[in-house]
């Protein structure tokens, strides 16, 4: 027997109709390419979003197609956010930082029927037009940036728009109807669609507004610095406009300065970003004075954040910082750090200590550590094992792929593995201990990378720290150290004073000789902004 | 095309697991009958849920079969809450405060398989017992009361508890299967049952948790003083173990000392419960001391909350009142008046104002006014109209009735006509005027008697004032007041008075003749507390 409740899909128009109800005077801003800071209402988002799914439906975009961006952050890319999935089509954000034979790759793969591009971004695309096999094209976003010469096929956006009739034609949409394609960076072998749903987008949203995760409000002024291009910017474009929040979109402006400048100026609560973004604003906020009290929170997310960072906010600028994870397949959130009372009652030491843990699952995301045979491990703490995740807003399997690699993340009883290693303590805590692949082996036992380079992070002379493993006959895997100083620190790194850091913590054979720790200016970054290990590995095997 | 996520259905086993899973060690406080406090983990709770599951197993419980409870709030109530739906079957909660007409035709119409019974309630079973068609037994839980002897076909709760299995045993329901069933306390005809499903309940649980609405927290201490038997307890028992609020109990003691006990010494954070709970509570605050300082709201529901409550609370105790609507037809959450940045800002005159509306729209829950054909009226604050509502928690149809009335409440395109008269304000603020059956038309012009009612109840000498239409040849509907004094006001009443406070605010024609101001010791409620103008006016029908 059923309930008689009505049949509600959770389809996007619907937060798009709460923006329109409930928020219309709510501001959105957005600072362009030339420095400029745009304003607008939600109601006038609202006009804009309708008038731009007439504008697709002009091209000749069709129901279940992908059309692409390829754009900053920022309220144009926000209309596409919801104009794309309320006419039935696909929203596929392109990652601006892809290589180029990565970028051809998921173009390609996902047929994308239009790329949708900030003008200062056109020329990355020039070179890679004629290899897009399917893309029609080009419409620029005028962002106060030339427009690269080279681009053909090209039509600018305001000029659609305005000639684009006021009509609201909302079509009637399942709620498994896809809405929104990502891949993933890419670590091992060709990205992989992560193909999310008009359901799993509103619970998605409702998940992250919840008083126990990033609890997204009315009251908030949120700064997304997550680039609108990974994954969904963690969901803050559609809480925003479920719940009311002023987004405030940084566009390319993402160094300390600027967006010390928008935090200060805009009164920003909540800002959200990869650690290796909030290195330089704290930072930049040693030196410089700007009044960041406005600040409930700063969420990091796409690497741990190091407990170094948390302290240093908490104890300089009384900011906190709101540790979560997630990954693409997941939408992405799957966990958020928030101390329950048990703990906030406790020293700072303690604190700081849970803060940096990745943190509680959010509802509907359920998880599990398994070992290498998929038995339950306890959740003691202790235990670690791989994650195993399940929820609505989590994939089933990626998008149009049969190799090996992407089917066998999945169990056959319908959980994704995460291939992180991690542990969870008796009050719901996750910690990941490493990646699965990141693990060292070395004289046989396990070392986890992220925990040494956490503890180098924490050094007072090292910015920035990465460990992976060298073939070595004797140990199996031997442990490298690639290590940034910070200024002032470069002219004489001593390696043998680190070496003795190293030694508060771990054991001997954990220890790498001098001629494994590698001081270099910068370390390579994935994409989204990851240690891109993939690279390092490669060069230890060209060098030994 | 579809979008790849999992196929992850929202049902309640779910939040049960997170209870237990997340928040093992959360308390779970109940006041019992003797007055006794029973405390125990949230992890008994599931151990002893998974058993009673079994235990209905045992006695022959069915899939989609009716369950009835007839209890107070308390730990066992809420094991039903989980346990009867896991098995897929459907809770019915009975409102131990119907008439015994109504009581009957509610177990019979839904065929109530079997009842879970308060030992301390037992006795007003016993006189129906033979007329209930279905009921097969009645399970009596120990509350520390006697069990009346005349009820027939009696079980023992925990005797079957303590004989049944620890099995984990969990069937795999669609999320639309019904869940849970409620009764409308029935102000006009019979009453009609609102079916909920899996999923209604569980998105339900969610819309409470969010910041914008109840925010519902691990943070929390929450007392719920509204009745498990009416409406889902608005949805608390669920967002608790989804959320790992701790629960606070109160059982059958609902008057203001036990209450300020319970807030005191548990630390309340929360309280939710209809403004009939919250003026005793008041009144017994301001002669005795005891400390409140813990809560951060009372939630007020199931009628208006007078603006005078608001702002005695808030000068008096510090204690904000949170005020939301619903109804059982929406699960029954519709709106919360949570304060925007706008408001909050402002003058307490102001913010008072705006605590006494119904408040912003839930998200889930879409709402428009209406004038009499259907034509949707502008969201301006001025323009009154019916109130149509339409989301996933609420009802398409009512359960097994044809009725017209039954049928009559929903719009050819799918809205809940909720018979409320309401102004949208153009942020989003909901002001009810009155119910449909509710304004007075008095001289071709209407009035709404819920203002005068308020404004009556502003008065320093006034506890209680309802306000009804009494047929007029003369003035087509004469209005008629029905008021309780205050201690110590009742023996020299000036009516004369009255009629001069009344109009300060109303004109001459609405304000009623002194033979028509009725001062009296009590004013009639219905089993919800809600005052049962039917029967006044049924009163005055035979007076007149």
Redesign the interface.
């Known amino acids: 027997?059923?309930?008689?409740?009505?049949?509600?899909s959770?389809t996007i128009e619907?937060i798009l109709?709460?923006a329109r109800?409930?928020?219309?005077?709510q501001e959105i801003i957005s600072r362009m390419a030339d420095e400029s800071i745009h304003r607008y209402k939600f109601i006038n988002f609202y006009e804009r979003t309708v008038k731009l799914m007439n504008v697709l439906r002009t091209l000749g975009v069709k129901?279940?197609e992908r059309v692409g961006t390829f754009a900053w952050n920022s309220y144009r890319h926000l209309e596409l956010y919801f104009a794309i999935p309320c006419i039935g089509s696909?929203l596929h954000t392109l990652n601006i930082r892809l290589f180029p034979e990565q970028l051809k790759f998921i173009v390609n793969h996902a047929e994308d029927q239009f790329i949708f591009v900030d003008a200062s971004l056109t020329k990355l695309l020039t070179p890679l037009q004629d290899e897009f096999k399917t893309v029609k094209k080009f419409i620029v976003m005028e962002d106060g940036a030339p427009v690269d010469p080279g681009l053909k096929n090209t039509v600018m956006y305001e000029e659609l728009l305005s000639k684009a009739e006021f009509k609201e034609d909302f079509p009637l949409l399942?709620e498994?109807?896809?809405?929104a394609l990502c891949y993933t960076s890419g670590t091992t072998g060709d990205p992989k669609g992560?193909?999310?749903?008009?359901?799993?987008t509103y619970l998605h949203s409702?998940?992250i507004?919840?008083?126990?995760t990033l609890?997204?409000?009315?009251?908030d002024i949120i700064l997304p610095v997550v680039p609108m291009f990974h994954v969904n910017c963690w969901g803050i474009p559609y809480a925003c406009c479920?719940?009311?929040s002023k987004p405030v979109f940084p566009g390319a402006h993402l160094i300390g300065k600027p967006l010390a400048e928008l935090i200060q100026n805009e009164k920003v609560t909540l800002a959200a970003g990869v650690p290796s973004i909030w290195n330089p604003l704290y930072q930049f906020l040693k030196k410089n004075h700007y009044d960041v009290s406005s600040l409930r929170g700063l969420v990091v997310g796409g690497s741990a954040a190091p407990r170094a960072m948390i302290e240093n906010f908490d104890k300089d600028f009384g900011v906190k910082i709101i540790h979560a994870w997630g990954m693409t397949e997941m939408?992405p959130l799957g966990t958020v750090c928030?101390l329950?009372?048990e703990i906030k009652s406790q020293d700072n030491s303690v604190k700081y200590k849970y803060m940096a843990k990745q943190g509680?699952?959010v509802?509907?995301v359920?998880m599990k550590i398994v070992d290498d045979e998929g038995k339950t491990l306890p959740?003691d703490g202790v235990s670690n094992g791989e994650l195993l995740v399940?929820?609505?807003?989590?994939?089933?399997?990626?998008?149009k792929t049969d190799s090996e690699d992407a089917k066998s993340a999945f169990t056959l009883d319908?959980w994704?593995k995460t291939g992180d290693i991690a542990s969870i303590d008796?009050?719901?805590y996750l910690e990941i201990t490493d990646r699965k692949k990141d693990l060292i082996k070395t004289r046989g036992e396990w070392l986890s990378s992220v925990e040494m380079e956490n503890f180098l992070m924490s050094h007072e002379s090292i910015m920035e720290a990465t460990v992976v493993g060298r073939q070595d006959d004797v140990r199996g895997e031997a442990v490298v150290v690639f290590l940034v100083p910070k200024e002032g620190h470069t002219e004489n790194f001593n390696k043998h004073t680190l070496i003795h850091f190293l030694s508060e913590k771990f054991v001997k054979w954990q220890i790498p000789k001098e001629s494994d720790i590698h001081v270099v200016t910068a370390i390579p970054k994935t994409s989204v902004g990851k240690f891109d290990k993939k690279v390092l590995r490669a060069q230890l095997k060209g060098d030994s």
Chains 1, 2 share one sequence.
Request: overall charge positive; glycine content about 10%.
């Open positions: 027997m059923q309930g008689l409740m009505m049949d509600y959770l619907k109709f709460r109800d409930n928020f219309p005077y129901k279940n696909v399942d498994n109807q896809a809405a992560a193909l999310y749903s008009h359901r799993s409702l998940g507004c919840l008083a126990d609890a997204l409000s009315v009251n479920l719940t009311g939408s928030n329950i009372p509680l699952g509802p509907m359920e959740k399940r929820g609505p807003w989590i994939i089933k399997e990626y998008y319908g994704f008796k009050m719901g």
